[in-house]
């Protein structure tokens, strides 16, 4: 709307006024674990086609001209970071899906191995599969032989054994 005399008007016009656009954010997907509807956003009233949808906090989302896709990763939440944070060695904190909620996991770092869903990880060290310091790294596979390792603790390192196969029946800790 406006109007000048003697001169062109200065129009302005909030896009979200237009009941087709605020409908449209209004009926777009709810951010994850809220009831909260998106909602329509013209920063700029001299201008058309820059409206956007904004999806409810804690998304951050936003699309132009429809609806947004309204994701949280779950990771950037205090809750679920410092469960993984937490453990010792400090576990990877991954949200492979964001548009879902209580699927984030911690993950094992480093030559560990492990993963639990909304959870610190049971991590393990198999050092027959494994890559570290202590680990067995082909060693066993190279004499023909096979590689166990039956204590996995993360503080349970260098007893990995070759095993003959049968019917030999020697072994060797830590070495081929």
């Known amino acids: 709307t406006g109007r000048a005399a003697g001169g062109a008007a200065a129009c302005a016009l909030d896009e ?4 087709a656009n605020a ?5 777009g997907m709810r951010t994850p674990g809220t009831d909260a509807a998106q909602e329509c956003h013209d920063a700029d009233h001299t201008q058309t086609g820059d409206w956007v949808c904004r999806c409810a906090p804690p998304s951050h989302a936003t699309q132009a001209a429809g609806p947004a896709s309204c994701g949280v990763d779950e990771c950037e939440g205090d809750a679920a970071a410092a469960t993984c944070a937490s453990e010792q060695p400090p576990q990877e904190c991954v949200d492979e899906s964001p548009l879902t909620t209580g699927d984030w996991a911690c993950r094992c770092t480093g030559p560990a191995a492990g993963e639990a869903t909304a959870a610190a990880a049971a991590c393990v060290l198999d050092e027959c599969e494994a890559v570290c310091s202590t680990c067995e790294e082909g060693a066993c596979e190279r004499a023909e032989q096979r590689c166990a390792d039956a204590a996995t603790g993360l503080d349970e390192t260098g007893d990995w054994v070759c095993e003959c196969y049968a019917p030999s029946t020697e072994t060797a800790v830590g070495a081929a």
Not at 16 to 19: G, I, S
Not at 23 to 27: E, L, N, Q, S, W
């Open 16 to 19: 979200c006024d237009v009941a």
């Open 23 to 27: 409908a449209t954010c209004a009926g």
